[in-house]
Every structure is written in C-alpha cells, then in structure tokens.
C-alpha cells in the first residue's frame, strides 16, 4: 500500500478496537487507513462509502459473505481479519502490506519484464486459485488491488465486491467492479464466476506488461465496446504467458482456463519440481506458487522495450481457423470470435494422433476392425500428476491385453485422452472420447476432472468408473453413469477416526485443522466420531503456511492427548509432527492421504516420524499380501519393469469392470469404432446402457480390493487403507478395519 498519508478533518480518530494513524487511500468502495490494533500489529482498516439497511437479513448475507472471505489460504493474499457492519461506519479489517499498488509501481517504474512479470503472474494466479479454492469469486480484481509488498505480490479486497453486490446495500452512484477489468457477462449482468476473475487477471497481465489497460481508458462506453468486440494486442507478452492471456481473454468464459490450471502451466514454465503427494490436491501448487512468486525480485527493472505507450491499446481479430491474431485496421470492426486455448498435446508412448491414441491391447495395427469396442482412459497424462497417472494407464493397457489374450468373441481397445489433470482439457477429451464411440471410460482419475467429464459422459450414456476420485460431494450429483472404486473424503476421515479409537484407545485426542475447509471438514468428521465413543477432543487450528508452530505445540502438551490427528497436506504435517516430538511429546500422530508422501519421512525427520500413521483411499498394490494382489503385482513388474504405485491397481480394477461387462455380452452390438454416424451413436449408447445396468450388480475379485457400487456410484465396500512409518519407512498395514499398529 501507499505511505500513510495524515489524516483529513473529519475522518475518525478510531474504528472498534483500531486506532487509526493515517490514510493510505481511497477508492470506489471506501476509504482505506492504516491502523494499529490493540497488540499494536498494524492493519489495514477500510471504512465503506456503503450504508447497510436496517435488515438485519442484508447484514447477515454480507457478514456471512466475509466469514467466507476469512476462509481465504494466505498465499499470496492480504487475508481478513474483523469486520463490524453493525453501525453506520461498516469497515473490514485486513492484514496491511507495505508497499505499493501495482498500478502504482508500474506507472512509477514502468512496466514488468523477464522475471519478474512471471512472478507476478505466478503469484496473483496463486492468489486467484487459493480464492476459488474457498468458493469466493473475486469480482473486483485491477491493478489497484494487486499489492507490491516486500515478500511479493499480495491481492486484496477479494469477498468485498461480492458482499457488497446485494439489493441491501446502497452506494453513491458507484458501479461494483472496474469496468476496465471486467468480463463481457459481468458487463451485460449475466451470472459472473470465477471465470470472469480469469478475464480480469489476463487484463491485469496486459496493463503489468505494458502499463495500459488492455482495452483502453477513455470513455466507459468505448472501453466496454472493445471488452465485449474487440482482443488486445498481445504480442509484448512472452510465452507461456501469452497464450494463457489469450485463453482468459476469451469472451466465452467456458473457454477460460482455471486458476489452477493457468498457475500449473506458469510453474511448469520455470521448471518447478512436481510435488511428492498424491490425490487431486491443489495445495502442493499453491506452496510452490506463493515460493516462487516470492522469491528475491529483480533490481528495478526499467523501460520495456518496444512501441511506446499509446492512449488506445491496438486490437486484434484472430484468424479463421485460429490461426495467429493479426492487427485490424480499422479499431471500430465488430469482430465476435473469441480466443481459445490452442488443443492438448498428449505425449505418449504409443500412436499420437490428434490430442489421442489407440491401444488395440496385442499390437494389432487394425484399430477399429469390426468385432472391436472402444473403452476409453482420460487422466492427466502429462501435466503435474502424470507421475501416478501413467502407471494407473499402464495397468488398465494391461488388463485389454490379458482380455484380448483369450480370444474373446468382442475385442477391446483402449483410446487414450489427455485432460493434463486440469478443467479446462478435461471437457475436450470427455467430448472427444464420447466421438469416438467410447462404450466405457477408465478415469478420469480425481475429483477436479469428475466434476467437468462426468455431465458429459452421464449425458452421452457411458458409464465411467474413477479410479482416485475422493470428492465428498461427487456421489450426491445424481449422475447415472458416474462411479468410482474409492471411498470419498469422509469416508477417509470416518475410518481413520475408528482406526484411532481401536488400536489406541485414548482417552484424550487433540485434532488439529488448517485455514482450508478439507482440512476442515476432516477434523469435523473425525472430532464426531471419535466423541460419539466417549473420547475427550481438543481442537486447535493453526495457519498450514506457518513455519513455528510452537503455540500448537504448546497446545497439544497441555492437552495430555494420546494421540493427535490432522488431515492437512504433507508440509504442513511434517512439520507439526517434527516440531512436536521434538519438543518432548509423545503423542502418536494420524494423518491421512494428504500427507502420505514419499519424501514425509525425509520432510519430518526419521526419529520424528515414526511410528506415524496414515489413512487413504489408496493401495499400494506392491506391498500386498492376497494372492490375486501378488499375481497382478508379478504380471505388472513383468510387463513394465517396475513396482505398481499408489491408485496403480486401481486403474487396473476399472479396466477389468468395464472388460467384465463386455465379456458379459453386453456390447455385443456396439457401433463400429471410430464411426460417428447415427446408427453407430444409437448402438454405442445402447451398449454403455447395458454396461452400466452390469455395473449396478458386478461382484469382482479386484487386484485393489472387492468391485461393487452402490446406487449412488460409490464403493458398496468402501476399503481404507492403514500405513504406519516404521523403520523410516512408509508400510502397509492393511485395511482400516481388521489393520494393527507395528508392534501391536
């Protein structure tokens, strides 16, 4: 923020329990002070140009939209602390951040370039998807809102604009949002998501760039002209942030991609390392972003170099077929074509063709020969998880291959499509498989991507079978087609509650949660069963950034627990289990998927981590003890040369329930593959119509555990896995209910 500036005649001397010591500034929502708290950490204080009627129901919408707001993870943001709507001075607290606005800086400085430009575009896309994560839509993202401080850029006031936006609350004359920075549905009133904070960013990047807005800044009129007619010229931009900024450009917001996905292509760009944890998690990408968004900024980084500022940023209408933008001569042309993200490159080790690939299971080159169906694996292929992917791919390429061996009557491939772990790939390659005739789907594996594909397949009829999907909320969408192999996040928490309880038999347990609501919503599943059996719960939350997590500690010793759980990701967990047995107490901890890493032993010190405990959906086949586990381990080392890993047997249960059904007779009248006519669309559907009434009776053996569904799609025999540290290694200890602890 700009340097406190001395107070006016007539501003108050004090709001609550701040003192105000100067003003920092003032925009269209209020003004802003600094301010000085009551154990003198300085804050910032905006005090509203908004009058709240007497409703009490409009100040509960609005209190309860900023309780929201608190929710916030602080990468990379300026986060909430208190607000007070109940007076005639409504104000919001937030932390203050020394330094300047980045429209300030830019037009102090000149534009961002090189390095720093990506770490700012890392860290407000950071910003954006830890905002999204909390289900708030910023609304009112600028320049203006984008703070410079000392440890990195910080975005503010996200939750203001949306608390703001009700029909209780009057403004002088003032529009909610910038029009400059607005998406072209925000501008014509439509429904306005977290998409159209995608278009302000990419406008933000522009203006960062550049130091101009990106549609131009003279009458309002005009610059709404260009938002919903007109794409900037992009070209100072370098790659891939061009691209990105093209995509979020875009005028139709589906065609925008997500926070997420912008900030795992951003970070992909500078070669930051993938993270060590499983599951579809974003944290692991908001920790890398806020570390390099943070990292030492360049020395002042002078003019860019290039045109020089113009008052009216020139404009572009892409090429017919999406070919690259050229200038258009004359700025007033109505052009309505929009930008989009240019199709996903699927690196494989098998036929890329077109974003896919075939497998036909035995190297026969005939792909779509009759007699054949299709199933298709959507996952993220390339991209942050391809790691856990790949070999999910390579055991379900192993199960087409062991059907086809025995000479079916209807042969199987196996056609692959690339969803880069992100929304935005995901819709193309559930559309693309359902063209190509797919009668079943292996994937897509997390819960992210079940939320675009799954409409998609249930709309088409093609059942599809998750493998690692652990949504809590994924099984009461009332899809028809959707299923997956394991148990939701509740179901997690609800068994390693149970475990807890059984195997050690406290008296006392202290669960501990973060400032994100998985975290949350874990440590309130498990607090509820674990006092329903009588157990004592001490709850204590701390910020999943911190770094000295003494007072934690603290609170744990006094708590006398035998036992502490917590549901937060692998950093955070690691360092709360090193910092407390370092510290003298002895209480075993339990974690659960989020935390299971191969590098946690490491993370949290040999000493300090044993004898930790850890409750997932996942298996890990290569340490299993059935025999039909140890068969499909051999057959899999066999083929690839290596161990299966985490979800691997999984991928590998899905293929086999799909195979199952079609060795059951149940597409016997698919469609020729790869054909998209009528007759061939009605037999395909016909076809995943019988899978699925299969799949709502199948009774399997699998590699992973017992295939059957409920109604709902989810595990009729949800198995939770049990893995203890022992001996600084990561172990198996078998399924949550019959599993004991090491040395038990």
């Known amino acids: 923020m700009a340097e406190a500036q001395p107070l006016l005649p007539g501003d108050p001397q004090r709001l609550g329990d701040y003192e105000l010591i100067g003003r920092l500034g003032e925009g269209g929502q209020g003004v802003v002070f600094l301010g000085r708290g009551t154990g003198g950490r300085q804050v910032a204080v905006k005090l509203l140009l908004a009058q709240l009627t007497g409703d009490a129901a409009a100040r509960s919408r609005f209190v309860r939209e900023l309780a929201v707001a608190e929710r916030v993870a602080g990468f990379c943001t300026a986060q909430v602390l208190d607000a007070d709507v109940a007076g005639d001075q409504p104000y919001i607290v937030s932390e203050y951040v020394s330094g300047p606005s980045?429209?300030?800086?830019?037009?102090?400085?000149?534009?961002?370039?090189?390095?720093?430009?990506?770490?700012?575009?890392?860290?407000?896309?950071?910003?954006?998807?830890?905002?999204?994560?909390?289900?708030?839509?910023?609304?009112?993202?600028?320049?203006?809102?984008?703070?410079?401080?000392?440890?990195?850029?910080?975005?503010?006031?996200?939750?203001?604009?949306?608390?703001?936006?009700?029909?209780?609350?009057?403004?002088?004359?003032?529009?909610?949002?910038?029009?400059?920075?607005?998406?072209?549905?925000?501008?014509?009133?439509?429904?306005?998501?977290?998409?159209?904070?995608?278009?302000?960013?990419?406008?933000?990047?522009?203006?960062?760039?550049?130091?101009?807005?990106?549609?131009?800044?003279?009458?309002?009129?005009?610059?709404?002209?260009?938002?919903?007619?007109?794409?900037?010229?992009?070209?100072?931009?370098?790659?891939?942030?061009?691209?990105?900024?093209?995509?979020?450009l875009s005028k139709d917001p589906a065609r925008r991609p997500t926070a997420h996905g912008v900030l795992l292509r951003l970070l992909g760009g500078i070669g930051a390392p993938p993270p060590a944890v499983a599951g579809d998690r974003i944290e692991p990408a908001l920790t890398r972003g806020a570390t390099a968004a943070t990292a030492a900024t360049d020395p002042r980084p002078g003019q860019r170099r290039g045109r020089p500022p113009r008052a009216v940023p020139q404009v572009t209408s892409p090429e017919p077929g999406g070919g690259p933008a050229r200038p258009v001569r004359r700025v007033n042309r109505t052009v309505m074509l929009a930008l989009g993200l240019p199709a996903a490159v699927v690196v494989t080790v098998l036929i890329a063709v077109a974003g896919y690939a075939v497998f036909a299971g035995d190297g026969d080159p005939a792909a779509g020969a009759p007699g054949t169906v299709r199933i298709g694996f959507a996952g993220g292929l390339t991209g942050e998880y391809a790691d856990i992917v790949r070999p999910m791919l390579n055991s379900a390429k192993l199960a087409v291959k062991e059907y086809n061996a025995t000479s079916p009557s209807v042969r199987a491939e196996l056609v692959l499509a690339d969803t880069q772990g992100v929304a935005e790939h995901t819709s193309a390659a559930a559309h693309r498989l359902v063209s190509d005739g797919v009668v079943g789907v292996v994937g897509p594996p997390f819960s992210g991507e079940s939320e675009v594909a799954a409409p998609i397949f249930d709309e088409a009829g093609v059942p599809n079978v998750s493998t690692a999907a652990t949504g809590r909320a994924l099984s009461g969408r009332g899809w028809r087609f959707w299923h997956r192999l394991v148990p939701g996040d509740q179901g997690v928490a609800s068994s390693a509650a149970d475990f807890l309880a059984r195997t050690t038999e406290p008296k006392r347990v202290f669960v501990a949660d973060d400032d994100l609501m998985y975290t949350q919503n874990a440590a309130l599943d498990v607090s509820g069963v674990l006092r329903a059996r009588g157990i004592k719960v001490t709850e204590g939350r701390f910020s999943q950034r911190a770094t000295d997590l003494s007072a934690m500690v603290d609170k744990i010793r006094k708590s006398k627990a035998e036992a502490v759980f917590y549901g937060g990701a692998y950093g955070p967990a690691a360092r709360l289990v090193k910092q407390t047995h370092a510290a003298g107490v002895k209480a075993r901890f339990n974690l659960t998927d989020a935390a299971l890493a191969a590098d946690f032993v490491s993370a949290a010190g040999r000493g300090n981590a044993e004898g930790t405990v850890f409750a997932c959906s996942c298996f890990d086949a290569s340490q299993g003890t059935e025999q039909g586990t140890r068969d499909f381990v051999r057959r899999y080392r066999a083929e690839y040369g290596s161990n299966p890993g985490y979800f691997t047997a999984e991928g590998y249960d899905a293929a086999n329930a799909l195979l199952s059904a079609i060795k059951a007779g149940k597409a016997d009248r698919a469609g020729t593959p790869g054909r998209t006519d009528a007759a061939d669309r009605a037999a395909n559907r016909r076809a995943g119509e019988a899978i699925n009434r299969y799949l709502a009776t199948v009774d399997l053996g699998g590699a992973s555990r017992r295939i059957r569904f409920a109604a709902t799609g989810d595990p009729a025999e949800g198995a939770v896995y049990v893995y203890q540290v022992t001996g600084g290694r990561v172990k198996l200890r078998g399924a949550a209910g019959t599993a004991t602890l090491s040395g038990s």
């Not at 429209?103 to 896309?125: C, F, H, M, N, Y």
């Not at 550049?210 to 794409?231: C, K, Q, W, Y």
């Open 102 to 248: 980045l429209k300030d800086l830019v037009q102090r400085e000149g534009p961002r370039e090189g390095s720093a430009l990506i770490r700012l575009a890392i860290g407000t896309a950071t910003a954006l998807a830890a905002i999204h994560q909390a289900g708030i839509v910023h609304r009112d993202l600028k320049p203006l809102n984008v703070l410079m401080g000392p440890d990195g850029p910080r975005v503010i006031d996200f939750g203001v604009a949306r608390a703001l936006d009700t029909t209780a609350v009057t403004m002088t004359s003032q529009v909610v949002g910038t029009p400059a920075y607005m998406a072209p549905e925000q501008l014509a009133g439509g429904p306005v998501g977290a998409a159209a904070d995608m278009f302000a960013w990419g406008s933000t990047m522009v203006f960062a760039a550049t130091g101009e807005s990106p549609f131009g800044s003279d009458s309002i009129p005009a610059v709404m002209h260009r938002i919903i007619n007109l794409n900037p010229e992009l070209s100072v931009l370098p790659e891939p942030l061009r691209e990105l900024v093209a995509g979020c």
